[in-house]
């Protein structure tokens, strides 16, 4: 497993931008998939986005796409979610997560996981 630390939530009005960034202890996380999830008060944690190891793909949920980006440095070790025109339903925490191949949009398959990042977008 590898460790993972995320960073980069804070409070945002309507329509700001906000880039998450999650930091892996290791060298070797860059064969790992990374994905991005998120879970909002009273909700299920949700898929946001995921990218494989050489970040030639990526995954979103459908209602964000053309709004949130996800990339990977795999040289810093450290994957982000670029994430503009943001609403208050965006307000989650957010987490980081990684496995092994292939991608997949299901939290259960991650083994490893950041300890999340408030996000909160007033209105």
């Known amino acids: 497993q590898v460790q993972l630390v995320d960073s980069g939530g804070g409070l945002v009005q309507a329509g700001g931008s906000l880039r998450l960034s999650c930091a892996a202890s290791t060298r070797t996380a860059s064969s790992y998939i990374m994905g991005w999830f998120r879970q909002a008060p009273g909700k299920e944690r949700e898929f946001v986005a995921a990218i494989t190891w050489s970040g030639s793909s990526t995954r979103y949920t459908d209602s964000l796409k053309g709004r949130f980006t996800i990339s990977r440095d795999n040289a810093k070790n450290t994957v982000y979610l670029q994430m503009n025109s943001l609403k208050p339903e965006d307000t989650a925490v957010y987490y980081c997560?990684?496995?092994?191949?292939?991608?997949?949009?299901?939290?259960?398959?991650?083994?490893?996981w950041g300890q999340g990042t408030q996000v909160t977008v007033s209105s």
């Open positions: 997560a990684a496995k092994g191949p292939p991608l997949t949009t299901t939290a259960e398959r991650y083994t490893s």
